[in-house]
């Protein structure tokens, strides 16, 4: 197609590439974010875990810094292959997970605000076959701990991409944890992490 004559011609580019899991680091661009997998009994999240074992349940925890208010918000969290995500939204998932000591959690997974939380801005949550995605309209500057559970499925290693904090409505303010190879075993003996 060809055009002539005077005005001005506006586009977009939008450039995509991929780095090998291990190698990707930390991006703060309005957002800094840090994931991790605690072991259910870890009340106090002091040890976060670098190996799973399989037919474990684990709670994931997404620590989320946000510097200003923001909008739109969706925190987006890629569970490895070897992870399978526990959605309390169907009936045979809520017997799953009992943590000594606390209630069950909500139905979307995460923590009633009895528990955790005195003020919860993220109103919708969806838990997919490879990911868990959070939504906030509005999100005031502090910082926000997101948690949900899941269970170790299968042995190996595998890639566990960075979780991610966007503004919806303007991604160039985001914000990715580092990138991790996560290790699943049969025979891990998950105790001497929590010592």
Same mark, same amino acid.
């Given at each position: 197609?060809?055009? &002539?004559?005077?005005?001005?011609?506006?586009?977009?580019?939008?450039? #995509?590439?991929?780095?090998?899991?291990?190698?990707? #680091?930390? @991006?703060?661009?309005?957002?800094?974010?840090?994931? $991790?997998?605690?072991?259910? *009994?870890?009340? /106090? $999240?002091?040890?976060?875990?670098?190996?799973?074992?399989?037919?474990?349940?684990?709670?994931? /925890?997404?620590?989320?810094?946000?510097?200003?208010?923001?909008?739109?918000?969706?925190?987006?969290?890629?569970?490895? &292959?070897?992870? $399978?995500?526990?959605?309390?939204?169907?009936?045979?998932? *809520? #017997?799953?997970?009992?943590?000594?000591? #606390? /209630?069950?959690?909500?139905?979307?997974?995460?923590?009633?605000?009895?528990?955790?939380?005195?003020?919860?801005?993220?109103?919708?949550?969806?838990?997919?076959?490879? @990911?868990?995605?959070?939504?906030?309209?509005?999100?005031? /500057?502090?910082?926000?701990?997101?948690?949900?559970? +899941? @269970? &170790?499925?299968?042995?190996?290693?595998?890639?566990?991409?960075? &979780?991610?904090?966007?503004?919806?409505?303007?991604?160039?303010?985001?914000?990715?944890?580092?990138?991790?190879?996560? $290790?699943?075993?049969?025979?891990?003996?998950? +105790?001497?992490?929590?010592?």
């Amino acid at each position: 197609v060809h055009s &002539a004559g005077p005005g001005n011609l506006y586009y977009d580019v939008n450039l #995509q590439y991929y780095l090998p899991v291990e190698t990707i #680091q930390p @991006r703060d661009e309005g957002f800094q974010v840090v994931s $991790e997998y605690y072991t259910l *009994a870890d009340e /106090k $999240e002091q040890s976060a875990l670098p190996l799973l074992k399989v037919g474990e349940n684990y709670k994931g /925890k997404i620590t989320l810094l946000v510097p200003e208010d923001r909008y739109y918000v969706v925190v987006e969290d890629k569970i490895p &292959a070897g992870l $399978e995500g526990i959605n309390f939204s169907l009936r045979t998932s *809520a #017997q799953i997970v009992q943590i000594k000591g #606390q /209630k069950q959690p909500t139905n979307d997974g995460r923590y009633s605000e009895e528990n955790y939380y005195s003020y919860d801005p993220f109103i919708h949550t969806e838990v997919r076959d490879d @990911r868990f995605l959070f939504f906030a309209d509005f999100l005031p /500057k502090g910082v926000y701990e997101i948690r949900y559970f +899941v @269970r &170790a499925t299968a042995s190996g290693k595998y890639h566990d991409k960075p &979780a991610e904090a966007t503004e919806m409505y303007f991604p160039e303010v985001f914000g990715r944890s580092e990138g991790k190879i996560l $290790e699943i075993s049969e025979w891990l003996a998950v +105790v001497a992490f929590l010592q």
